[in-house]
């Protein structure tokens, strides 16, 4: 009897082995699973963080290009006007050659040919603007449009239709497609 007591004794300090190595096993296991699931959320984390850093990136990179974009517009249009200052000072200077070219209905010979080489300056001084983008905005004759033309007068012509240019009182002149001096005119305005 001592013998089957101590054979129980055993069997059960072997249940008892087994069941703390199953319960070693499971919290092992436990434990591993729990290290699984943190990991697996760290790299869930990880995944979003390099997520938005390239999403950070590829908007950077966006705003970079859409930059330079605006740097090259902007140095393109420096260069585009970059003698608008110049041209509105000889611009006086061509109106003046205009005014002096009218003179010649004179019958004085010699006024005549001192204003041929007039001429002469004045061709010279418009091809060369022309040459650099000036171009002369066209009155005389079409609709007043406030985008390039200044009414200084109103008159009234029964012939033309309302809100046509009557006269140009002095030229317009645009650089590269922009107005840089508007043309001063008298418009027809029919009451």
């Given amino acids: 009897m001592k013998k089957q007591k101590v054979k129980n004794e055993e069997v059960k300090k072997e249940e008892i082995q087994a069941e703390e190595i199953k319960d070693e096993e499971k919290v092992e296991q436990d434990i591993e699973e729990a290290v699984q699931d943190q ?3 760290e790299v869930l984390i990880l995944k979003n963080n390099i997520e938005n850093l390239e999403n950070k990136l590829k908007q950077s990179q966006a705003e ?3 930059y330079r974009k605006r740097k090259d517009e902007e140095v393109i249009n420096r260069l585009k006007f970059a003698n608008q200052d110049l041209i509105l000072e000889l ?5 003046n050659f205009e005014r002096a070219l009218k003179l010649n209905n004179s019958k004085d010979e010699s006024l005549t040919k001192f204003l041929d080489g007039f001429k002469l300056s004045y061709n010279t001084l418009l091809n060369t603007l022309k040459k650099y983008g000036v171009e002369e905005i066209v009155s005389e004759g079409v609709e007043f449009d406030p985008n390039v033309h200044q009414a200084m007068l109103v008159g009234e012509d029964k012939t033309k239709p309302d809100n046509i240019i009557l006269e140009e009182l002095i030229k317009g002149y645009k650089l590269n497609g922009r107005v840089i001096r508007p043309a001063s005119v ?3 305005k029919l009451n």
């Fill in 39 to 41: 990991e697996s959320e």
């Fill in 64 to 66: 970079l290009i859409n």
């Fill in 91 to 95: 611009l006086p200077v061509l109106d």
């Fill in 186 to 188: 008298k418009v027809n």
